[in-house]
């Protein structure tokens, strides 16, 4: 059935005579929460169906409880889904409140953070793992060789995504959590003692790429169910625990490579991970119940949602940018001969920034909508690649201000990213389309690291190539992210309209 998606005004006093004025301009998007599919094309509603009145969205001050209706009762407590829904829709009269705060919900992004901790900070050291495995522990196979161990823990680290979040949806996050806790702990336990090649695949590959999978969206999905409002800044604040990580696992596993070897380094990572995961797994709770007819396989009915696509294609480009001066940075630095220790320095300087970025972008979102964030950090990291990277030949303080502003940028689109996705689907779906689509731009990030190694190579060594890409793939991202946003809202809106 179609809903009222009217513009939002104040309901009428059950003791005033009084008729609730007609309802202004508005910048807010009249959109479904639950699907961009019911809306019409055009931007046109119909007010036929749901004849409830909406309240206005509140001031982001005075933000406890967001609400979707004032008269939810009066809606139907299982109404049909729309005809072009790609999945089952849950109750509106389920997912009328959020907390968008208190106790509970920060401790749930609190306990997020920590998951996030050990998934991404075992990430943030797999450049030191292939350096040490390729010169002491497997020198007898190539770097290639080597090298496939990091690929297949990258891959089933985000493409595993797309049956976790559907399991998310249905069950709830404990047993992911759960999951991924033993999974990342013993596996790390057994690479300590690993001599063979296959031992460390197995092991290393496959048992952390699936511990890492299991924490990852269900700590990103958890989030969604307490928070609506207010969804870009808790996100935020959850993915910083990616910058801390960025700077806490490579300091630990460069200092104790040297001190006490491979085997305790990483007994030393498995019970760090160990104790963070602990607290994730008292911490994280879903708040609403699964939606009726929930499946765990994956669904390929997510793509006809209106603006997925585009989306999909926006959200790929942005990564697929974002990973090059992240995995290049440090090199471009030495090729320049700024020396090792700023090429350290520089990567320290980035995570820190992108801290920052990830809870202001998460921030400006919720006030300006995520899908024009998106567009604005993505054009300014272009003209930052342009403006600031590309012209810088010498000097240090080049380099550290394109380090602030890339890191402060990039991180924003990194808190950014789960709750644009949000905005396409209903909360009990969030796990599921959330999972899909890092699923399909982890390949973005795949496929970056070859390209730009060919672009610097085939250019003799310079990296004006790798440069122009990157800022021409921030530009494209910020292109398809309005154009994203425009075909869901209806192309009669106006294009700075909130959302």
């Not at 910048?27 to 639950?34: A, E, G, M, Q, Y």
């Not at 090199?331 to 992108?354: C, H, M, P, R």
């Not at 085939?458 to 990157?470: N, Y």
Request: proline content about 6%.
């Amino acid at each position: 059935m179609s809903r009222d998606l009217s513009p939002r005004r104040r309901p009428e006093s059950a003791h005033s005579g009084a008729k609730t004025p007609a309802a202004g301009p508005s910048l807010t998007v009249p959109i479904s929460d639950r699907s961009p599919s019911s809306v019409t094309d055009g931007g046109a509603v119909e007010e036929s169906d749901v004849k409830s009145t909406i309240s206005k969205r509140p001031l982001i001050g005075k933000r406890h409880i967001s609400t979707r209706s004032d008269v939810s009762g009066l809606l139907p407590s299982e109404p049909e889904p729309h005809p072009d829904s790609p999945l089952p829709t849950p109750s509106d009269s389920d997912e009328d409140t959020y907390p968008e705060g208190g106790l509970r919900a920060w401790l749930v992004v609190f306990g997020s953070w920590l998951a996030l901790f050990a998934s991404l900070g075992l990430m943030n050291v797999m450049a030191t793992f292939d350096t040490y495995l390729s010169a002491r522990h497997l020198v007898d196979h190539d770097n290639g060789t080597v090298g496939g161990i990091i690929s297949l823990y990258t891959i089933l680290s985000f493409a595993l995504g797309i049956y976790v979040g559907p399991v998310f949806d249905k069950y709830g996050p404990r047993w992911p959590i759960v999951g991924g806790s033993v999974c990342l702990f013993a596996a790390l336990v057994v690479v300590s003692i690993s001599t063979n090649y296959w031992h460390l695949l197995v092991a290393f590959a496959v048992f952390s790429g699936l511990g890492s999978a299991l924490l990852f969206t269900p700590s990103i999905a958890a989030i969604g169910h307490f928070f609506r409002e207010r969804r870009g800044l808790a996100t935020g604040v959850a993915t910083t625990a990616g910058s801390v990580s960025a700077v806490v696992f490579p300091y630990i596993v460069q200092e104790l490579f040297v001190k006490v070897g491979w085997p305790w380094t990483m007994r030393a990572l498995a019970l760090i991970c160990l104790g963070v995961t602990v607290g994730a797994n008292f911490l994280i709770r879903s708040r609403l119940p699964p939606a009726k007819h929930a499946k765990v396989t994956p669904s390929v009915r997510v793509f006809k949602t209106r603006g997925f696509g585009l989306t999909l294609g926006a959200v790929f480009l942005m990564q697929f940018a974002g990973f090059i001066p992240l995995s290049y940075l440090s090199g471009y630095v030495l090729a320049k001969g700024f020396g090792q220790e700023f090429s350290f320095d520089i990567v320290t300087v980035l995570n820190a920034s992108s801290a920052f970025g990830r809870v202001a972008g998460g921030w400006l979102g919720d006030w300006v909508g995520v899908y024009n964030a998106n567009v604005l950090f993505s054009v300014v990291t272009a003209i930052a690649c342009f403006a600031v990277w590309l012209p810088v030949e010498e000097g240090k303080a080049g380099m550290i201000g394109f380090a602030v502003l890339f890191g402060f940028t990039s991180g924003s689109n990194v808190s950014l990213m789960p709750v644009t996705v949000g905005k396409l689907c209903g909360t009990r779906e969030y796990g599921r389309y959330y999972g899909t689509v890092y699923t399909i731009v982890s390949l973005g990030v795949l496929v970056a690291m070859p390209i730009a190694g060919k672009l610097v190579l085939g250019s003799k060594g310079s990296w004006d190539g790798l440069i122009v890409v990157t800022g021409a793939a921030y530009l494209a991202s910020a292109v398809v992210f309005a154009v994203a946003k425009m075909s869901i809202v209806g192309w009669r809106s106006k294009p700075w309209v909130l959302f």
